[in-house]
């Protein structure tokens, strides 16, 4: 792997060239927020239509003012308990923020990350980034630098190695509307976590839609190119079905089956924090075999069980 450093980064998002930075959830595929050429390459490397918009990362709460405007009190409140951190505010967005950004919106998505080198880079540029997830549009998240080569081999000189992401899944999305917090995402920051903080329900508005309007909400999302098959009951789905080489996803437990010719466990303890880190880099593994299906078990639907039981619903071949 490259040796790429931060000053070298730096010259290139100056540039308006794109990096892969490493965050505290998966990698992101960054540009200067001000670039429009580098925004368009983040796009265009990432297959991803130009109506779904991007999360801006700031280095810190006092530049949240350069890119949103009427800020809610209790924005700043959930910025204060969760920044840097896996929480994304969407906010009014100021006319300085580019539409390629928003999709034409009038809302921007801002977080600060939880990740020495991500905020190293943040403090050493003097704008933010507008990153998405470094993964072609619809596949697996990237949570090790390894695998967005893998996806991206053309990218391999531009990753800033960060080592394996902590949280393993993306953040939570959250939006302020007239009618009270809305959620978007599920993600590394569970509701109930929120909830407490502000002392009040979130809405929950991340119904699954083929509808690019509603972003960040499509129905197929996360998905591994082997077919992805859901179950509560591994060894049963395994034996009924009639492909013979299978790869599964499990909790905790270690099935055993002649047609299961590997297996992957989250977190042997049920520890959902284990599982979620583990999540992405286990499908990775189990793809790259091109195994003729996937099977996972659906986790507890509780806590970040229900953002990982998201992500599999939305990578599911068939549910
Ligand atoms: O953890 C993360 O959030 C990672 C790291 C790199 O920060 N980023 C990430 O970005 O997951 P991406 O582009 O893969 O997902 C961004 C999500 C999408 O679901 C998008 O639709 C939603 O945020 N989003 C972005 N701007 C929005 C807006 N203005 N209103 C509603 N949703 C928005
Ligand atoms: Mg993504």
């Not at 801006?56 to 209790?74: F, G, R, Y």
């Not at 999302?221 to 859901?230: N, R």
């Not at 986790?299 to 953002?307: F, W, Y």
């Amino acid at each position: 792997m490259n040796q790429l450093t931060i000053s070298r980064a730096k010259q290139l998002l100056e540039a308006d060239e794109v990096v892969v930075i490493p965050t505290e959830t998966v990698y992101g595929l960054a540009a200067n927020i001000y670039s429009e050429i580098a925004i368009r390459k983040v796009f265009d490397l990432k297959n991803r239509p130009y109506t779904n918009p991007l999360i801006v990362h700031i280095k810190s709460i006092e530049k949240l003012t350069d890119i949103a405007q009427n800020i809610p009190t209790v924005a700043y409140h959930i910025a204060e308990k969760f920044w840097p951190g896996p929480l994304t505010q969407v906010l009014e967005k100021r006319d300085t923020v580019s539409d390629l950004i928003t999709a034409n919106g009038r809302s921007v998505a801002v977080r600060i990350p939880n990740h020495p080198v991500a905020l190293e880079l943040l403090n050493s540029i003097g704008f933010p980034l507008a990153a998405p997830s470094a993964n072609p549009f619809n596949y697996l998240s990237p949570t090790s630098a390894e695998d967005v080569a893998k996806c991206f081999p053309t990218l391999a000189s531009v990753i800033l190695d960060g080592g394996r992401c902590q949280n393993g899944i993306e953040s939570t999305v959250i939006g302020h509307k007239k009618d009270g917090i809305h959620l978007f995402r599920y993600g590394s920051i569970t509701k109930e976590e929120i909830e407490e903080t502000i002392g009040q329900k979130l809405i929950v508005d991340n119904k699954k839609s083929d509808k690019i309007e509603s972003p960040g909400m499509l129905s197929k999302h996360y998905s591994p190119k082997s077919k992805l098959i859901l179950t509560k009951d591994i060894l049963n789905t395994v034996s009924q079905i009639s492909l013979e080489r299978i790869g599964v996803l499990s909790f905790q437990q270690v099935y055993l089956h002649p047609k299961i010719k590997m297996i992957k466990v989250l977190s042997t303890t049920g520890d959902l924090h284990e599982a979620a880190h583990n999540f992405f880099e286990s499908l990775h593994r189990l793809d790259e075999l091109g195994l003729d299906c996937i099977i996972a078990e659906l986790l507890p639907n509780k806590g970040l069980g229900i953002a990982i039981n998201d992500r599999l619903y939305r990578g599911a071949s068939k549910f």
